[in-house]
């Protein structure tokens, strides 16, 4: 009789790159599942638990369904597509500067003058000038330093 | 309230992204990092090419100069959430005055 093709395995390792391709593509745009990937995580457990379903059976029912090899190697390969991912966020994203001696809640925030986009100079301190007339008069600012779009 | 992002980008890159983006804020640009070292978020060769960039941080600056409210995010992927800095803005009571 001629076995099954073993579809849980492949079906189940799809799933499992399809968990890093969705967090690249839709999951890190939204803090909710950016900041701690449960949804990636969830989808990485589904297809893990789709081979190992699918190398049950093989091992189970060797005469009716094939994927032995090919089952225990997919798992081999999602488990290591987990542990990359695991270690992108966990670790390397997580490697950011101590920065102790950022100013602190309380102390004055470093005077600075840099050109905007135009390349007109802007002085932190004079947002708030009301003397200055035009960009002056600020009540307050939000200062978001980004590492730039390339 | 004023809406101020820096990077190591020069002008014509935050330019484009401006423009690309919609952003009507003040995009500015510290190519050499001056300002990002004063505040101590300079992250070493961690852009392309290992050039020198800024660590994702954001501070909240009242009308005099001082700092009000600071984040620094423990991940290159993660950023304070807006409505985070807009209730510590409320909290503090500093937007009763102009908007701009």
Known sequence: MRRRWNVSVWAGFLVVLSAMVTYILVFIRFPATRDFPWATLLIFGAGLALIARGLIRAYREPQLYRGRIAGAILLGLGVAVLGFFCYQVFYFMRQVPPSTRAPQVGQMAPDFTLPDK?????????????????????????LIFYRGYW | MRLIAISVDPPEINRGYCRKQGYTFSFLSDTNSEVIRRYDLLHEKAGPGSV?????????????????????????????????????????????????
């Not at chain 2, 909240?60 to 600071?70: C, F, T």
């Not at chain 2, 991940?75 to 701009?100: H, N, T, Y």
């Open chain 1, 118 to 142: 135009d390349g007109v100079p802007i002085t932190l301190s004079k947002l708030f000038d009301p003397g200055t007339g035009g960009a002056g008069g600020a009540n307050g600012a939000v």
């Open chain 2, 52 to 100: 020198d960039i800024s660590r994702p941080a954001e501070f909240l600056i009242d009308a005099g100069g001082r700092v009000r409210w600071a984040y620094l995010a423990p991940s290159i992927a993660v950023r304070a959430r807006p409505e985070e800095i807009m209730k510590v803005i409320d909290d503090l009571g500093i937007a009763a005055g102009r908007r701009d």
